[in-house]
């Protein structure tokens, strides 16, 4: 049998710290009601709901908001002040609440039905103004303002928490950035065997060939031209295994690219020699500039001289024997490199093309990179019957922004997948930070325009019909309203309890209530003045603690008068 796990010690200390705290509050409110407080009602079982809503606040916070509530609620029925410690536990719980779930319109949502069913409650037990009051203003507040502290105390705590998450994903992509930049270097060494070796290679095993038609050579001349043909050809295989083996093709048609621009070429090389040293294996080879030489940048030279290279290297292994004709071109602000070998001397290189398209074409894969990376392009195809290799490259070199670029010789990796990332990221947290920031100004002042209009209106009734102590002594009964005015207030108090209008009164008098202080949250004496014909008739006291109205179910409107002290002529 499987038992539940118990939460970890650290919860379940802090859950009793809380509940400790709460208690204590509690406990105080209890003593300084004194004799008026039920031992059951205001200590035990407020203490018993908190004991359940405190643990209750981890798994399920609105359901405990909603149970502290009713201790609110169950406070609107003392007969002697809505204010009890309860608002406070409200307050805290309600505070955690904004800690503990994230959906705003869920936690209004709750906050909203606590205040309906504490609307409702005063409603039903039909309350004076004081307690109605309270409930417009301090529930709500207690309420409300918590629940936006825990809300930004959870944003933080996200935003923190999410950097830090962020840095690990930053660091693990720094590995990531770092193995894509080895292999990047696999594939420039694979680019440059390709590049410079099989055009030596190609240019070797030409060589050979003519040399094996010389007829000044004997059969065993010929019969070791023949071989070191064959061994030429092998290395040429064995050179594009290697250099499969070394370029991952999943690296191929992702955007990575590497300015190192000149790796593997003889640097003072030119394209000059290169087409001498063609020529002079047999390759029918021609070639003409056009245009003024302008200074070019060293990686424009690399590439154009890249750009030849590679055109005579196909032109040699797939068309051997095909004129070339190489022309460059100097723009303004551009260069313009063509390669053009003429038809394929025989059916066998047509065949041999085929194959380098099966197998992938590497060399112009790699070469295309390269002009994309210096801001060029390469275009490529079947021209007359032959085949040509064309390039623009741009005087002034400006490296695309590829998706993944390793600049592996200057050691610098930039990953702009990883840049876009964190911008979304950082843009989201923003955004969310933003809500919050409105939420936190528009709930209170949506609040405020809901219930602070009727708990002024309520809190000026409260206070300007209010007949001080002084002034109640002396008033004379006997004596008209005409000369009594300059005692009494500005208007009478509109919501006498139902037992102080139902009190006994003089026959034929209208009577007017006055309250005896300006206290808002307690329950003050009020003063009753009785007129007839203009003139003060009578004037009485209710005591505070005996002008509670009756509730319906359990006393009827024709219950014992409260105390009072009549005064008559």
Not at 209 to 230: H, I, K, M, Q, V
């Amino acid at each position: 049998m499987r038992h539940p796990l118990l939460p970890p010690t650290r919860l379940v200390l802090a859950d009793g710290a809380l509940w400790a705290v709460l208690a204590t509050v509690t406990g105080y409110g209890f003593r300084d009601a004194g004799g008026a407080a039920s031992p059951v009602r205001d200590l035990v079982l407020p203490l018993a709901v908190l004991a359940v809503s405190v643990p209750l606040a981890r798994t399920r916070p609105a359901s405990a908001v909603l149970v502290v509530n009713g201790l609110c609620a169950l406070g609107l029925a003392d007969s002697a002040t809505p204010a009890n410690a309860h608002v406070l536990s409200l307050a805290a719980l309600s505070c955690l609440l904004g800690v503990r779930i994230a959906r705003a319109r869920a936690a209004l949502v709750v906050l909203a039905a606590c205040l309906v069913v504490d609307v409702a409650t005063c409603a039903v037990l039909r309350v004076p103004a004081v307690w109605w009051f309270y409930t417009l203003t301090v529930i709500p507040a207690a309420l409300l303002l918590p629940w936006l502290v825990g809300r930004h105390w959870r944003g933080r705590r996200e935003l923190v928490r999410g950097g830090w998450r962020l840095a690990r994903s930053l660091e693990e992509r720094q590995h990531l950035v770092a193995e894509r930049a080895r292999l990047t270097e696999r594939a420039d060494i694979a680019a440059d065997m390709h590049d410079s070796l099989g055009h030596v290679l190609s240019l070797v095993a030409l060589r050979a060939g003519a040399l094996e038609l010389s007829p000044d050579l004997t059969d065993r001349d010929r019969a070791d031209l023949a071989e070191l043909r064959g061994t030429i050809a092998d290395a040429v295989e064995q050179l594009r295994q290697t250099v499969t083996v070394l370029h991952d093709p999943r690296d191929a048609g992702t955007g990575t690219g590497t300015v190192a621009g000149a790796g593997g070429l003889p640097v003072k090389d030119t394209v000059a020699d290169l087409v001498a040293r063609a020529a002079a294996s047999g390759v029918p080879v021609s070639w003409e500039q056009r245009g003024p030489v302008p200074v070019l940048p060293p990686l424009v030279e690399r590439g154009i001289y890249r750009v030849v290279r590679e055109g005579l290297t196909n032109s040699v292994k797939h068309a051997p024997g095909s004129a070339v004709r190489i022309r460059i071109d100097h723009a303004l602000d551009h260069t313009r490199v063509s390669v053009v070998n003429a038809a394929r001397a025989d059916a066998r290189a047509g065949e041999a093309d085929e194959q380098t398209s099966a197998t992938g074409g590497r060399g112009l894969t790699g070469l295309r990179e390269r002009m994309e990376v210096l801001g060029g392009a390469l275009h490529t195809g079947p021209h007359q019957g032959g085949f040509r290799v064309t390039a623009v490259l741009p005087h002034q070199t400006t490296a695309r922004p590829l998706e993944r670029t390793a600049v592996t010789g200057a050691g610098t990796h930039t990953d702009h997948l990883g840049a876009t990332e964190s911008a979304e990221r950082l843009a989201a947290v923003r955004r969310a930070a933003r809500r919050r920031t409105v939420a936190a100004f528009a709930a209170p002042a949506a609040a405020a325009a809901i219930f602070l209009p009727a708990a002024a209106y309520l809190a000026w009734q409260l206070t300007t019909g209010v007949l001080t102590p002084s002034r109640f002594d002396a008033l004379e009964p006997g004596r008209p309203r005409a000369e009594l005015g300059r005692l009494l207030p500005a208007r009478a108090f509109p919501y006498p309890p139902d037992d102080a209008r139902s009190a006994p009164r003089p026959p034929g008098t209208d009577c007017d209530f006055y309250r005896s202080g300006r206290d808002l949250l307690h329950q003050v004496d009020l003063y009753r003045l009785c007129w007839s014909d203009g003139v003060l008739v009578a004037k009485d006291t209710l005591e505070a603690n005996r002008s509670r109205p009756a509730r319906p179910a359990e006393t009827p409107h024709d219950v014992e008068s409260p105390a009072a002290t009549t005064y008559s002529p």
